[in-house]
């Protein structure tokens, strides 16, 4: 079939790209590569991909190309699904022949209920769904079709037995390709890379058990399932010539340093090509395989420290204790990585007091820049289900973004409320990068580079608009 894969328009600065982790709209607006999307394009031949939010292309627009397609493929997500199932109305009332879909975490979770509240919906891909995508862009009797729910002839939803997980990740084209073919690079940035750069997957899965994470526990699995080395640097070497202008590669692997010896391996060779890059990775590496990455050309480390407080690492299953944390940290500023720390506020166990535990560990560390998101609870994490068991959550009242696409905080703790947890993200900021030492920093490199300089300032005026937002749904809540 002719298949569009659609990141649909929503929220304004809404980043959806980033579907396994975060999706809202960000501090400072950013965008990641639509990956989950783009992979399924690359299995099926003549498909076009549009990813609306960076692009900056409105709904008429898309729907103007309606009748140019057989089959269109949505990536929704908990916060953009309404908005999605719009979206799809609008492109079925154009062509009322066009088959429609939805992937991501969200429906594979609640395949039965996404489709129950979404009749313009024909069906669901659950899981891991590349292949399952492929068949029915082949025209596979939807009954046959391993890992789809869909509406047979009556219009009664039938779920399919689940498709197995993959192992051969190899058997996956490249999904830079279909970057090439279909995207504008230099409309992603994001504030803690160099621009323009590219991001992919070298393997999926995770082997931690966080009960917040959302795509492990939904889609990628608990095994970290690689691509060989060799085919991970092919890629590399095919960006290269696609894209020269590429100033650094991120490999979006939930843990890339989950298999030490693999990403060893694969900075090497990286080395031989003289490349930056840098990865998603757990506090706990080594100082010997960080002076390997180093040297072969590693500039930054995305880490998830979520909390500064012991009890609460060990309450959402984090496996990773505060002093290791701090020594992994300790070793990258000594070796010159930098690092963009990632931390959660409202966690089970969260305290007035824990949080001011966190912001004192965030400056005692003192990443090079931080991000502070609110605990969000997506329906099939065990965050989720511990929360509405506890009544922490009302799932009737479970919204994670207002109607702006600003995160919202939608647990609440008897000690510990709402409003308190929201306003604290804006005081952990402020505490963190409001400090002499970091402002001298922030400046000394700004000096250093008049591009940094403009990048900065931007992003400045970004951040103080979002504060304001913020200020305006805390008043709202009140």
Partial sequence: MRTLFLQAPTF????????????AKREIKSFWYPTWLAQPAALVPNSKLIDAPPHDIKLPEIVAQANDFDLVVLHTSVPSFKSDVKTIEALKA????????????????????????????????????????????????MAEIKGLSYRDADGVVVHNPDREIMTDMDQLPFVTSVYKRDLEMEKYFIGYLKHPYISFY??????????????????????????????????????????????????????????????????????????????????NVPRKTLEVLKANGLRLLLVGYESGNQQILHNIKKGMRVEVAEQFTKDCHELGIAIHGTFILGLPGETKETIQET????????????????????????????????????????????????????????????????????????????????????????????????????????????????????????
């Fill in 12 to 23: 304004d600065g809404f980043d959806g790209g980033a579907g396994s982790r975060y999706q």
């Fill in 202 to 283: 070298s393997g999926r899965g995770c082997k931690s058990r966080c009960t917040f994470c959302l795509w492990p526990q939904t889609v990628g699995g608990h095994t970290y399932r690689t691509r060989s080395v060799a085919h991970v640097i092919e890629e590399i070497k095919y960006c290269l010539k696609e894209f020269p202008q590429t100033k650094e590669f991120f490999f979006d692997d939930d843990t890339f340093t989950d298999n030490l010896p693999r990403a060893e391996e694969i900075a090497r060779e990286l080395g031989k090509l003289g490349v930056t890059w840098s990865c998603n990775a757990k506090a």
């Fill in 94 to 141: 154009a062509n009322p022949k066009l088959i429609a879909g939805l992937i991501g975490a969200k429906v594979a979770v609640d395949a039965a209920g996404s489709m129950a509240q979404a009749p313009a919906v024909d069906f669901c891909a659950r899981n891991e769904f590349d292949f399952t995508v492929k068949e029915v862009a082949e025209g596979v009797p």
């Fill in 359 to 478: 912001i004192a560990f965030a400056k005692r560390i003192n990443p090079h820049t931080i991000q502070v998101s609110l605990a969000a609870p997506y329906p099939g994490t065990f965050l989720y289900k511990q929360a509405v068991e506890n009544g922490w959550l009302d799932k009737d009242n479970a919204e994670l973004v207002d109607e702006n696409g600003v995160q919202i905080a939608p647990l609440h703790y008897p000690h510990l409320s709402h409003t308190e947890i929201f306003n604290s993200v804006e005081e952990f900021y402020k505490k963190f990068y409001f400090r002499a030492p970091k402002i001298a920093s922030i400046v000394s490199e700004m000096v250093r580079s008049p591009d940094m300089m403009k990048r900065r300032l931007r992003e400045g005026v970004e951040f103080w608009h979002f504060l304001r937002e913020r200020q305006g749904v805390a008043k709202k809540a009140a």
